[in-house]
T-cell receptor, first 111, second 120 residues
Framework: DQQVKQNSPSLSVQEGRISILNCDYT??????FLWYKKYPAEGPTFLIS?????DKNEDGRFTVFLNKSAKHLSLHIVPSQPGDSAVYFC??????????FGKGTRLHILP | NAGVTQTPKFQVLKTGQSMTLQCAQD?????MSWYRQDPGMGLRLIHY???????DQGEVPNGYNVSRSTTEDFPLRLLSAAPSQTSVYFC???????????????????FGNGTRLTVT
């Protein structure tokens, strides 16, 4: 029973364009959402987060949007750069101590 | 600061062998956790701890034991390794997940670089 779903295993985007990564969740009790980025042979690193009391959070080129009614969040990267090529994980927590991750989306930035 | 240190980086075990994956953090983080990453499965939570002396099960705890005798260390024990435990294991830590919630969240998980385990 997958509570955090990233339905696109991979995504290719031209350098300079917008990358949009999507995430859906099933647990309506989730109140915190995070995005992590992972390069090969390294641990994931935190990118950006959003509380359920907000619908948008920005940090430089990265913006996360939350649609609670649709149980959907997305990560926008503008403009996309070659160093953004990585696997992106969506994660959520529900007020206890567990952070549940999705399966990840591999982003390829094309020159 | 070394951050989160995992040892060993690589390990090969035979079925039935036991071993301990080590995880240490030097950031005085209260919260520590173990994840495994498998192809097509993402990161799955094995066990976690909210402080010394306290541990709890995650999504996939079977076949693994943990203990938290100090704030710094959170070892993961495989009592009898099985081929299904072939995976990359990540340890992560943070300040308390309840800190400053819900208005802001400035305590994300810090991950180690992983241990690649193969069980034959």
């Amino acid at each position: 029973d997958q509570q955090v779903k990233q339905n696109s295993p991979s995504l290719s985007v031209q350098e300079g364009r917008i990358s949009i990564l999507n995430c859906d969740y099933t647990n309506s009790m989730f109140d915190y959402f995070l995005w992590y980025k992972k390069y090969p042979a390294e641990g994931p690193t935190f990118l950006i987060s959003i509380s359920s009391i907000k619908d948008k959070n920005e940090d430089g080129r990265f913006t996360v949007f939350l649609n609670k009614s649709a149980k959907h969040l997305s990560l926008h990267i503008v403009p996309s750069q070659p160093g953004d090529s990585a696997v992106y994980f969506c994660a959520a927590s529900e007020g206890d101590d567990k952070i549940i991750f999705g399966k990840g989306t591999r982003l390829h930035i094309l020159p | 600061n070394a951050g989160v240190t995992q040892t060993p980086k690589f390990q090969v075990l035979k079925t039935g062998q036991s071993m301990t994956l080590q995880c240490a953090q030097d950031m005085n983080h209260e919260y520590m956790s173990w994840y495994r990453q498998d192809p097509g499965m993402g990161l799955r939570l094995i066990h976690y701890s909210v402080g010394a002396g306290i541990t709890d099960q995650g999504e996939v705890p079977n076949g693994y034991n943990v203990s938290r005798s100090t704030t710094e260390d959170f070892p993961l024990r495989l009592l009898s390794a099985a081929p299904s435990q072939t995976s990359v294991y990540f340890c992560a830590s943070s300040y308390s997940l309840f800190l400053d919630r819900p208005s802001s969240y400035n305590s994300p998980l810090h991950f180690g670089n992983g241990t690649r385990l193969t069980v034959t």
